[in-house]
Each structure stands twice: as C-alpha cells, then as structure tokens.
C-alpha cells in the first residue's frame, strides 16, 4: 500500500485535489482499499463517489469543477472574478440545467447556491479557465453583465451600479458580444439603456 501512496498524492495535485472513485479503481485501489485511506484519514469523502486529498486542500471552484462539470460560474461569484465588484457572496452562485437533481447540490463545503437555468441559456458565453490545472467553467464577462441585468433585484445597489461601472471603463469588454448576447437572452433594451447609453 505505501508504494502506491506517493501515485497516489501526485494524481489528487494534478486534478486538482479530487479524484473519483472511478479514478480511484484506475490506480488499482479497491473498495476495501479506499476504505483503508478514509480509516486512516489519507483522504476523506467529499460526496458519494468523491474524495480529496487530506493534506492538500483544493480550491474551492476546483471543487466545484469536479463535483459538477457542467456547471457554470456565474453571477457575483463570476463578477469578482472580473474586478466588477467587491462584495464576496456568501455562497457560489452557480449556472446549472433547471432539469438537474437539487438534492445534488447539497453539500456542506464549499456552500452553492445554485441557479436553475433553461438550457438554451446555459451555453451563452461560457469561458473555460485553468486553476490549478483543472478546467473551471465561467460566464466571460460579457455574459456576466447581462446576468447583472437580469438578476437585478436579487443584487443590491450598490452590487449592481459598481458591475455596470466597472464593466464600461473595463478595456477587456467586448461590446459585440454583449449586445450579441443580449438578443439571445432578451435583455437588448435594457442592456441597451443601462450600458449603450454609457459607451
């Protein structure tokens, strides 16, 4: 067993510190064999059929990566990312299909907040980035202002004035885009109102 250990250690780093149980059986661990690492708190269980790396301690979008490939980060969870506000939700806001399982979503760390969409939606403007080599799904930022538009009301004020602010001095923005999505999401006039007006 401690041979296989060290195998082990360098897989969960290069995925980022999850492994699945399928992954698991890859690198010849058995059932009883997994149990042996949770006794001995080599890893633990993160849901059912994943676990991490004791000892190392994964990002919390990475997490979120590997429990639910098909999600999304999106909303003020994606606006931080992009500098367009300063206010850290208490939770990931996260885009997923309105058909998925909401028992899913129930884990304990790191906390979600998942928001159901209609699948049409789900792939407008979805960027892929690299933390600690996994891929991470993200609304770019473009879509994320559009996302600010049509989530308003669940944002305060201040939220909301300091995205559209910051998303107009912001010289990575691409205009085209965010009109080309707007059309698609329905919010031409009010991105029209809210942003044209200030370009």
């Not at 990312?81 to 885009?95: E, L």
Request: with cysteine; proline share 5%.
């Amino acid at each position: 067993m401690n041979k296989k250990l060290e195998p082990l250690k360098n897989e969960f780093i290069n995925k980022g510190g999850i492994l699945k149980t399928v992954e698991l059986n890859e690198l010849g661990f058995s059932s009883r064999q997994i149990n042996y690492l949770i006794d001995n708190k080599i890893v633990s269980k993160i849901k059912h059929g994943f676990y991490e790396y004791i000892e190392y301690h994964p990002k919390e979008e990475v997490i979120i990566a590997r429990l639910f490939p098909e999600a999304v980060i999106f909303l003020e969870s994606a606006a931080i990312y992009y500098g367009y506000t300063d206010r850290i939700p208490a939770a990931w806001q996260i885009s997923v299909h309105r058909k998925s399982k909401p028992s899913q979503y129930n884990i304990s760390y790191p906390l979600i907040e998942p928001f159901y969409q209609d699948p049409k939606f789900i792939n407008i403007g979805v960027d892929v980035i690299k933390v600690d080599g996994v891929d991470v799904r993200i609304y770019d930022r473009n879509r994320t202002i559009c996302d600010i538009l049509r989530y308003e009301k669940k944002l305060s004020d201040e939220t909301f004035k300091s995205a559209i602010k910051r998303y107009v001095d912001d010289p990575k923005k691409n205009v085209r885009k965010l009109f080309e999505y707007a059309e698609k999401l329905n919010i031409a006039n009010k991105v029209q109102t809210y942003i044209g007006v200030r370009l």
